[in-house]
């Protein structure tokens, strides 16, 4: 291990705990949402940062899950994040959004665009004599 270094740690995360992507137009182009996850005391301070991150990640929604209640200034901080428009979908939704894990363990979902992927049909499989039988 380097000194002052983590055992395991692979770099910076770039505040990133996760990604979900999904597809919400006939481009077909993955459009991200980032996760962060923090525990502890959480500030407004927390969300700033996360909204600098969905913008320098070009990210259409940032999701804050935290342990804790947010509080006014992280909600107020929150909402001047604006909206992310889904053009397939003609909605706006949250552009940060604040969860807590109990929220989550209740059933909440974020609030983002249905995933209008499909996945492409695989090949018919013909059995060739080039093919060894397994049994």
């Known amino acids: 291990m380097a000194a002052g270094g983590k055992a395991g740690k692979k770099g910076s995360d770039k505040g990133i705990d996760g990604v979900i992507n999904f597809v919400d137009d006939n481009s077909g182009k993955a459009k991200r949402v980032l996760v962060q996850v923090k525990s502890g ?9 996360l909204v600098g991150t969905i913008t320098r990640e070009s990210a259409a929604i940032g999701i804050f899950i935290t342990l804790e209640d947010s509080t006014r200034d992280m909600r107020t901080e929150a909402a001047s994040a604006g909206f992310y428009h889904s053009d397939g979908w003609n909605r706006d939704f949250p552009r940060l959004q604040i969860l807590t894990i109990e929220e989550l363990l209740n059933g909440k979902d974020v609030s983002m665009p249905p995933n209008m992927t499909t996945f492409k049909q695989a090949e018919k499989f013909s059995k060739s004599e080039k093919q060894i039988e397994m049994f």
């Open 41 to 49: 005391k959480v500030k407004s301070g927390g969300i700033c940062d």
